[in-house]
C-alpha cells in the first residue's frame, strides 16, 4: 500500500483534480476520491453509483491501480453507471 497521485475528472465537471489514492483502493473507493471534488459542487449528485473509466474502459469495481496498469498522473473519470 503506497500513495499514488493520479488526476480525475468527474463526468459533467471541467475541472481536473489532483488526487491522490492508495495503490491498493477498490476502484469503487478510487471513483469516491476523485468525485469528492466535483459532486455536490459543480456536478449534480445522482443516485447511481460511480465507476473509473481509464482510457476509455469502465474498470471493474475491484481493479487497483496495480491491476488496472495505471501509471502516476494518469487520467482517472469518475463516471456514474
Do not use: C, N, W
Request: net charge negative.
Amino acid at each position: 500500500m503506497a500513495p499514488f497521485p493520479v488526476q480525475g475528472i468527474t463526468e459533467g465537471d471541467f475541472v481536473v483534480v489532483l488526487a491522490l489514492v492508495d495503490s491498493e483502493q477498490p476502484m469503487s473507493e478510487v471513483a469516491q476520491a476523485i468525485a469528492y471534488h466535483g459532486v455536490g459542487k459543480r456536478v449534480a449528485a445522482q443516485d447511481r453509483p460511480l465507476r473509473v473509466r481509464y482510457q476509455g474502459d469502465l474498470l471493474p469495481d475491484d481493479a487497483t491501480i496495480e491491476t488496472a496498469g495505471i501509471a502516476p498522473m494518469d487520467v482517472l473519470e469518475a463516471v456514474y453507471a
